[in-house]
């Protein structure tokens, strides 16, 4: 769709002193509405509805939502209602922390190359929209949550806390090892789908948010070496800034490996055949050898390979568990 200035600009007459004068007030008008004019002249709606959902980052939420709904089956979950409320809960709050994070993170976005397009830095969605829009959905996953039971709403609020007040807020800016609280409210959904199925929080609950928590420093410290600089333009300590491209591939490689055991002791405590561990445990020591073997000479070209490379797995360890509810029966 092809947009014209003319009609909202003003004419420009640099010949007078009074026309000059005139012509600065103008133009300070403009600059001071240079967001409205850019979010809504300039943008349609169907854009300003695109803009929205990509708050809620679709593909990142859509991972989320799955390790919920796919821990809720593997773990004996039978009830199509609580997996319909289950399921709008995890969408809804996962979208909303999403949009108030995109909010909170705005001015560090509009800085970094990576991010400068996204919706609040390119004028389509205000903070105060985004902040709003995103309140009103995580209320209504909180709500949709408690419908099923208490231990499903408070995994759901503690996603919520540790995504926005503690990781966003508090150590984002503050350290290098900031990703680590931030890992805890990605394993949220995961634990939701588990109360929801068991009715509980136990010793495999645990496991489940460990193998995601562990799964996220690779996803997010290899594509920040890629982004070093970006990063360190927007002066976030994260770790690749702090502590170089080797220390924290060798730490990336660490938590892989903290994440095949736990895969290795969830398949012991959970329940789970022999389906779960091969599907989930294959990709994860994959992974782990070549993390190992980037390690000993990491490169900034080489972290984004290893990015693509991690991205799947996790999602991988979830399937196994749908896998093994779905499979056992027929082949053991």
Same mark, same amino acid.
């Given at each position: 769709?092809?947009?014209?200035?003319?009609?909202?600009?003003?004419?420009?007459?640099?010949?007078?002193?009074?026309?000059?004068?005139?012509?600065?007030?103008?133009?300070?008008?403009?600059?001071?509405?240079?967001?409205?004019?850019?979010?809504?002249? #300039?943008?349609?709606?169907?854009? &300003?509805?695109? *803009?929205? !959902?990509? +708050?809620?980052?679709?593909?990142? %939420?859509? /991972?989320? @939502?799955?390790?919920?709904?796919?821990?809720?089956?593997?773990?004996?979950?039978?009830?199509?209602?609580?997996?319909?409320?289950?399921?709008?809960?995890?969408?809804?709050?996962?979208?909303?922390?999403?949009?108030?994070?995109?909010?909170?993170?705005?001015?560090?976005?509009?800085?970094?190359?990576?991010?400068?397009?996204?919706?609040?830095?390119?004028?389509?969605?205000?903070?105060?929209?985004?902040?709003?829009?995103?309140?009103? #959905?995580?209320?209504?996953?909180? &709500?949709?949550? *408690?419908? !099923?039971? +208490?231990?499903?709403?408070?995994? %759901?609020? /503690?996603? @919520?806390?540790?995504?926005?007040?503690?990781?966003?807020?508090?150590?984002?800016?503050?350290?290098?090892?900031?990703?680590?609280?931030?890992?805890?409210?990605?394993?949220?959904?995961?634990?939701?789908?588990?109360?929801?199925?068991?009715?509980?929080?136990?010793?495999?609950?645990?496991?489940?948010?460990?193998?995601?928590?562990?799964?996220?420093?690779?996803?997010?410290?290899?594509?920040?070496?890629?982004?070093?600089?970006?990063?360190?333009?927007?002066?976030?300590? &994260?770790?690749?800034?702090?502590?170089?491209?080797?220390?924290?591939?060798?730490?990336?490689?660490?938590?892989?490996?903290?994440?095949?055991?736990?895969?290795?002791?969830?398949?012991?405590?959970?329940?789970?055949?022999?389906?779960?561990?091969?599907?989930?445990?294959?990709?994860?020591?994959?992974?782990?050898?070549?993390?190992?073997?980037?390690?000993?000479?990491?490169?900034?070209?080489?972290?984004?390979?290893?990015?693509?490379?991690?991205?799947?797995?996790?999602?991988?360890?979830?399937?196994?568990?749908?896998?093994?509810?779905?499979?056992?029966?027929?082949?053991?």
């Amino acid at each position: 769709m092809a947009y014209s200035l003319l009609p909202v600009l003003p004419p420009l007459n640099w010949t007078s002193g009074s026309n000059f004068k005139g012509c600065l007030q103008r133009l300070y008008s403009m600059s001071s509405a240079g967001q409205l004019l850019k979010s809504r002249i #300039l943008t349609p709606k169907t854009s &300003m509805i695109g *803009a929205y !959902i990509e +708050l809620t980052k679709p593909k990142q %939420t859509f /991972l989320l @939502v799955l390790t919920s709904v796919f821990t809720y089956i593997g773990f004996g979950g039978s009830s199509l209602i609580d997996l319909v409320k289950l399921l709008a809960a995890m969408i809804s709050a996962v979208s909303g922390a999403t949009a108030v994070n995109m909010a909170l993170d705005s001015e560090i976005d509009s800085i970094m190359d990576r991010t400068r397009m996204r919706p609040i830095p390119r004028g389509a969605v205000s903070e105060f929209e985004a902040t709003v829009f995103g309140i009103l #959905l995580i209320l209504l996953g909180l &709500m949709f949550s *408690a419908s !099923i039971n +208490l231990w499903v709403a408070s995994s %759901t609020m /503690l996603g @919520v806390v540790f995504d926005l007040l503690v990781y966003t807020l508090w150590a984002k800016k503050r350290t290098s090892l900031s990703i680590v609280y931030g890992s805890i409210a990605g394993g949220a959904p995961s634990l939701a789908g588990y109360a929801a199925a068991r009715g509980l929080l136990d010793l495999a609950s645990l496991l489940v948010v460990v193998i995601t928590a562990a799964w996220i420093p690779a996803h997010i410290w290899y594509i920040s070496i890629y982004y070093m600089e970006d990063y360190r333009k927007a002066k976030i300590p &994260m770790l690749p800034v702090v502590a170089g491209i080797k220390k924290t591939a060798r730490i990336i490689t660490a938590s892989i490996a903290v994440m095949s055991i736990a895969e290795v002791l969830l398949y012991v405590v959970g329940g789970f055949t022999p389906i779960y561990l091969t599907i989930a445990l294959t990709p994860t020591l994959l992974l782990l050898y070549k993390a190992a073997i980037y390690a000993r000479n990491p490169s900034v070209k080489g972290a984004r390979r290893m990015y693509k490379l991690a991205s799947p797995v996790e999602g991988l360890v979830f399937v196994a568990m749908l896998a093994d509810r779905l499979l056992a029966g027929v082949f053991l």
